[in-house]
């Protein structure tokens, strides 16, 4: 009880502060909720996009959006390991944004960043499974990019400059 207490108090003693303090009404919460994803090509884009809207916790109408999120990404899935019959034995998916975060009053880049994230994947001898883990590893790339980009814009819209 004792160790915990004085672990309290050190956590208290440094400066730092959660960051979603006053849960839905707090500033971060509302500053998310007031930011707009356009629209993001391709069927990875798409996977992102819904990962940012259900992180935002925006409907994504964007009818009273303070900001425009830009994402630009770069999906590459690319064999490597290669074995003695001339096959490839793994492979590794990459997903990588680039992402700026507009003030629609003024027009101001108010971020402008990157998140990316990757996974191997084994290459089996049947072709549903190695499509199927494709597709599952784009689909985890997706909700990590989108919950990265997340963070990046809940620190800024907080008012941290050094990420």
């Given at each position: ?6 672990a309290a108090l050190a956590l208290a003693g440094c ?62 899935l690319e064999g490597f390991a290669l074995l003695s ?79």
């Amino acid at each position: 009880m004792l160790i915990a207490f004085a672990a309290a108090l050190a956590l208290a003693g440094c400066g730092l502060q959660p960051m979603y303090a006053g849960g839905g009404s707090g500033k971060v919460a509302r500053g998310l909720s007031d930011v707009q994803v356009s629209a993001i090509e391709g069927r990875a884009g798409w996977l992102v996009r819904n990962a940012l809207l259900d992180r935002l916790g925006s409907d994504g109408s964007g009818s009273s959006a303070r900001y425009r999120l830009d994402v630009r990404l770069d999906d590459n899935l690319e064999g490597f390991a290669l074995l003695s019959d001339d096959t490839i034995g793994r492979e590794r998916r990459t997903l990588r944004a680039r992402y700026q975060l507009v003030d629609l009053s003024s027009g101001d880049v108010v971020l402008d960043a990157t998140a990316g994230s990757d996974a191997g994947i084994d290459v089996v001898s049947s072709d549903y499974a190695t499509i199927a883990a494709e597709q599952t590893a784009l689909e985890n790339l997706s909700k990590d990019v989108a919950s990265r980009i997340v963070t990046s814009i809940a620190l800024r819209l907080r008012g941290d400059t050094a990420q």
